[in-house]
Structure formats: C-alpha cells, structure tokens
C-alpha cells in the first residue's frame, strides 16, 4: 500500500526531512493586517516579528476550511492509496476538526489528533514513517500513533508572554505577573492544551539551560529521536543543550526553525525540546 504522510505546516520538521521522505503539507495562512500569506511559503518568523514591531499588532492566523481539506486530500488521494495527517492538536485550534470533516468524504485518509503542536506534530510524522518502512499494515500503524500522541513530550521556554497573550493564549494577570518578577515562563502541551508547567528566572539562556534539564529529569525520554526547535537560536544555551542531548544518548538529535505559526504566538527567543516519552 501506497502511503502520503501529511501535515499541517506548523510540524516544523526540517526542510530536507520533508523532501527526503516526500512529507505533504497543508499550509496555515497567516494575516499581515490585511495581507494574507501562506505560512513555509511566503512568509517567516522574521516576517511577524517585524510586523508586531512596527505596527504594534501580533499577525493574525487563519485556519484551514473543510474545503480546502477536502480538496487537498482528493488530491492526494489520485496518487495514493491512503492518507494519514497529522493534524494540530485538537485543543488548540479548529484545524484538526476541519481535517476531520473533510476526511469523511475521502476514503483511506485518517486523521491524527497530534495533541501537539510543532515539532511534536513532527515527531508523530517521523514516527510513521519509520513504521511504514518497517512494513507495518496501516491500521496497526493508525493504532500506535495514536497511542504514541499521548506520550509525546512537548514543551517550550518563552522569553515573553506578551505574544501569548496578544494572542489571547494566556491571561493579563499572568504577563504582568511575569514582567515584574522577570519570568520566563515553561508552557506545555498537557491533553492537548498549553499550560505554564513551571517558572524561571535569570537570562533567557541561563533559563534555558535549567528547562532542559528538569525535562528530561521529569520525562524519561525514548531515546530514539529529540528536537530542539526554535524561533530563534539563543547562544549559549543552544549549543549546550545540543551537547547535553549528545551525551545522553539520543539515536537522531534534529533543530529546526519555529514556523511562522508558531512563532507568531510564542514570539521570539522561544526554544522548546520535543521528545516521546519512554
């Protein structure tokens, strides 16, 4: 059988992953004011943070519609013989009850509840397609990534609330909060929600450093595969998380770059690992 593996483009794998293994992407559009652009084609992170800066507002985003779902997967469905997506959590937006609409229509397209966001999205992705290489049937393949959602460690360190809450993704009390002691606050993925899992104070970087290792400390990760993503690279911290990851042992370390989606909510100097759970 003759599988497309499918994303919403806020997945974050790495360019040359996606060409690799021929991974199909649904792209988010996101609003410049009244300017409407597709996000992995024509418009970057730098993009919305030069448009937050210069005219005060955070860029908007747009959901895809049951139609353009649906006309994506016939699509796919013409050169395939099945579809599995792997959709934005659930939680968080309406993409993944659109996808699930249109997939109604179209036989052989199964739609994934990723429960994440970003890279964790990307991890599921990767997941399948080791499983189709390992010539798994597709229903076994449906079952485990299901399963596998639930266990996907995915969590970020925000330099600032204040695109969070632009975004109405946290409270006013919350950044206040956070400007006043200097907090950089740690936001994970729990049912597939975000919520402010623990606080840190210092420099972004130094905080950096102590996220990664109460992570990794209260996850045990399955050693098999780890992002670091990121809408910005911070240095120092980057380059030593990258090392502590080596040390630890994981099979395949992958960085990436935050989408524009992504980064239009969590602003920039935000760095989140991504793991499966052991």
Same mark, same amino acid.
């Given at each position: 059988m003759k599988i497309a593996i499918s994303c919403d483009s806020t997945c974050d794998i790495?360019? !040359?992953?996606? /060409?690799?293994?021929?991974i199909h992407l649904m792209p988010i559009t996101i609003l410049l004011g009244s300017e409407e652009?597709?996000? %992995?084609? $024509?418009?970057?992170?730098?993009?919305?943070?030069?448009?937050? /800066?210069?005219s005060g507002e955070l860029a908007r985003t747009s959901a895809v519609n049951v139609y353009e779902y649906l006309e994506y997967f016939k699509k796919l469905r013409e050169n395939y013989d099945a579809v599995i997506h792997f959709s934005l959590s659930f939680g968080i937006s309406s993409t993944g009850n659109n996808a699930l609409s249109a997939s109604h229509d179209v036989d052989n397209v199964y739609i994934i509840d990723t429960k994440s966001l970003s890279s964790g999205s990307g991890l599921l992705a990767l997941s399948c397609v080791d499983k189709i290489?390992? %010539?798994?049937?597709?229903?076994?393949?449906?079952?485990?990534?299901?399963? /596998? !959602?639930?266990?996907?460690?995915?969590?970020?360190?925000? $330099?600032?609330?204040?695109f969070l809450y632009k975004g109405g993704r946290c409270s006013s009390i919350?950044?206040? %909060? !956070?400007?006043?002691?200097?907090?950089?606050?740690?936001? @994970?993925?729990?049912?597939?929600?975000?919520?402010?899992t623990k606080k840190y104070r210092g420099s972004i970087s130094d905080a950096l450093i102590k996220y990664f290792e109460d992570i990794v400390k209260e996850v045990e990760p399955n050693k098999r595969r780890v992002f670091v993503t990121y809408s910005s690279p911070v240095e120092p911290a980057r380059t030593i998380?990258?090392?502590?990851?080596?040390?630890?042992?994981?099979?395949?370390?992958?960085?990436? @770059?935050a989408c524009a989606t992504i980064s239009t909510h969590c602003g920039p100097k935000t760095l989140g690992i991504l793991y499966i759970a052991k």
């Open positions: 790495p360019k !040359a992953l996606i /060409e690799k293994y021929n652009r597709k996000d %992995g084609i $024509d418009v970057s992170p730098q993009d919305v943070f030069d448009y937050a /800066e210069k290489q390992e %010539g798994k049937d597709i229903d076994t393949i449906v079952n485990e990534l299901n399963a /596998e !959602a639930d266990k996907v460690q995915a969590s970020f360190l925000v $330099d600032t609330l204040k919350a950044l206040l %909060g !956070a400007n006043l002691l200097k907090i950089k606050p740690r936001i @994970s993925l729990v049912n597939g929600k975000m919520e402010m998380i990258l090392d502590k990851l080596k040390k630890i042992g994981f099979e395949e370390i992958l960085e990436s @770059s």
